[in-house]
């Protein structure tokens, strides 16, 4: 579904519940604000207060008691819509892709991580990712980071990075690693 029309200057495209907006000082995009509407109302935190952080510091990686069937499916459904939001949105991809560890078999621990999540949206609801119009050059910058065995208890490591083409970010990610450091 591609959607156009015009605002002061400013041509705007709907892709893919996507807001893509395009003026003289380059390309903006949003996310649909319904994806954090819904984010927030599935954690049940419609009158919560926010969260500066996606998430604490120090973060436990302990799912808890197992769930039951009704609220592993409402914790998949929370976890599904901020997996979506992270492609666009680098402040909250690494404490997402943590959340999700726990998909297969999420407890009280997983859904308290998610919440944190859903107070961080209600602190910050839209995230604008701006592609300036620039002379982009020739030349991708790659900058990554890992954090060595930073899970305590499975003594895995995450790793991270972001492309850019100029100033503008091309691709972010946070990625568990599959072995554990020695």
Known sequence: EIASNHRDDMKVTNFLK???K???HGYHLEMDPRYAESLIHRCGLDSSKGAPTPMPKSC???PGDLLD?????NFRGGAGVAQYMAEHRPDMAFATKEVLRD???PGAGSVSRLKR???FIMTNPRAILDFEWSDLGTTLAANVDADWAGD???RCSTSGGVVRLGSSSLKHWTTTQPAPSL
Do not use: F
């Open 60 to 62: 436990q990686r302990d």
């Open 117 to 119: 999540i859903g107070r």
């Open 18 to 20: 996507r807001e893509i």
């Open 69 to 73: 069937k009704s609220g592993q499916n």
């Open 152 to 154: 305590p208890k499975t």
């Open 22 to 24: 395009v003026d003289e």
């Open 103 to 105: 998909g297969s078999a």
